[in-house]
């Protein structure tokens, strides 16, 4: 299919998603009017994106002869630890997930997250590794807290920290 969203038009959209899920095997639904329900688990989120975009942060912040290259790439993990936040402010499928969104001490640290992976993009931005550091203490900080409360010894899924693996 070559034709671009913008040409497609709302309906179009709607029709060209449940089209690609029914072919596809993937459960057909109604297209939401809120937010988009969140299909994995919150284990899987802090696996496969939180760890990953945190860890890469906190690299950019005490490497050495930082390039033009390095800071885009800061700033981009930057805005995904920024969208990671909201994800993990809504429950997934995970059997844990509904009571931790539902408690404010875990939406306070949502919160936290949020707000210092933004400081993390205006350091990026301002190419400034010493925001970018301070940033990512904070951002440490966060998960530290959260996890310290609401984690269990074993992730709920079995679905660990993994190796480093490239973005
Ligand atoms: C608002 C709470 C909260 C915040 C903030 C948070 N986490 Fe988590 N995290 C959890 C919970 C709860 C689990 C366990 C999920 C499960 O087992 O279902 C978890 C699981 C994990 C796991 C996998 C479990 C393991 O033991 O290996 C990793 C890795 C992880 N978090 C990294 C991070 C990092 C890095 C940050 C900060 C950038 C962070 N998390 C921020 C609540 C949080």
Request: glycine share 8%; proline share 5%.
């Amino acid at each position: 299919m070559r034709k671009t969203f913008a040409t497609l038009g709302a309906a179009g959209v709607a029709a060209c998603v449940l089209g690609f899920a029914a072919g596809s095997g993937v459960a057909q639904q109604a297209v939401p009017t809120g937010m988009v329900p969140l299909h994995t688990s919150l284990n899987a989120v802090m696996v496969y994106l939180v760890d990953p975009v945190a860890h890469e942060i906190w690299e950019y912040s005490d490497k050495q002869g930082m390039t033009e290259m390095d800071w885009l790439r800061a700033e981009q993990h930057a805005v995904n630890l920024i969208a990671a936040s909201t994800l993990i402010s809504i429950k997934g499928t995970g059997a844990g997930d509904g009571i931790w969104v539902a408690d404010p001490l875990w939406r306070a640290w949502v919160v936290n997250m949020q707000s210092s992976a933004h400081l993390a993009l205006l350091a990026a931005q301002k190419k400034d590794q010493q925001a970018l550091a301070k940033a990512g203490e904070v951002i440490l900080d966060a998960c530290e807290s959260c996890h310290q409360k609401f984690k269990p010894a074993l992730p709920t899924e079995g679905i660990k920290h993994l190796p480093r693996v490239p973005l």
